[in-house]
């Protein structure tokens, strides 16, 4: 069965500082991979995705993953946090039935500290 | 990337009732997806919504209790059937971007409080 954990409730980080917020998957087949964000009172925002290709993905705000197919791991990083980056973060796979379903992790909140 | 309008953003519902959630899309699209965030919780696959078929539903949904109305490719609607303070969440509606890059759209979601 498709799984995605994010084995971190919260993550806290003080600005300026690199963060990373962990995520890993189990799935049959090749893992199509999301992250999106989610800020208060507003829907879900696309971040970035891994199809296929370079294992560093870069997305929007800055923000990168490493698609690591060893370790089935996908975690999301930047190299300096912003207080504005503080929100809620979910990890996402797709169903490999395809027709872009994806099963959501449990989210794992960012909290940047000035 | 498609804009996606939900109606109504939030409301507070009586234990028993039932309410409609609206789902417009500036752009045709073959797709729709109903997501269910319950309080604190990751988001849960409720149904996909095909026009001019049944919707589909994951396991643990079902029709008498989301009915679902794909009318025409930009619109549907999700109905919360019989409500109890367990339905308190946000509801979210989705769709498969236009440029085919594998990525769903959001709505910004609609969030029920069943009293």
């Known amino acids: 069965a498709q799984s995605v954990a994010q084995p971190e409730d919260q993550v806290n980080v003080a600005e300026g500082n690199p963060l990373t917020v962990k995520c890993t998957y189990s799935?049959?087949?090749?893992?199509?991979l999301f992250w999106y964000v989610q800020y208060p009172n507003r829907g879900l925002q696309f971040l970035l995705k891994?199809?296929?290709?370079?294992?560093l993905v870069k997305g929007s705000y800055g923000f990168e993953a490493e698609f690591n197919k060893s370790q089935t791991s996908f975690h999301l990083k930047k190299p300096s946090a912003l207080v504005s980056d503080s929100a809620l973060y979910f990890c996402?796979?797709?169903?490999?039935?395809?027709?872009?379903?994806?099963?959501f992790g449990a989210g794992t909140r960012l909290a940047v500290h000035p | 990337s498609a804009v996606i309008s939900q109606k109504p953003s939030r409301d507070i519902c009586q234990r028993g009732t039932s309410l409609t959630i609206q789902c417009q899309v500036d752009?045709?699209?073959?797709?729709m997806f109903w997501y269910r965030q319950q309080p604190g919780q990751s988001l849960t696959l409720i149904a996909t919504?095909?026009?001019?078929?049944?919707?589909?539903?994951e396991s643990g949904f079902v029709i008498d209790k989301f009915p679902i109305s794909r009318p025409n490719l930009t619109f549907s609607t999700l109905t919360v059937s019989n409500m109890s303070p367990e339905d308190s969440s946000i509801y979210l509606c989705?769709?498969?971007?236009?440029?085919?890059?594998?990525?769903?759209?959001f709505g910004a979601g609609s969030r029920l409080t069943v009293l």
């Open positions: 919504a095909n026009q001019g078929s049944e919707a589909t539903y």
């Open positions: 996402a796979v797709r169903f490999s039935g395809g027709y872009n379903k994806l099963i």
């Open positions: 891994y199809i296929t290709g370079d294992n």
């Open positions: 799935v049959s087949g090749n893992p199509y």
């Open positions: 989705s769709v498969v971007d236009n440029s085919g890059a594998n990525v769903l759209t």
């Open positions: 752009s045709q699209v073959t797709m």
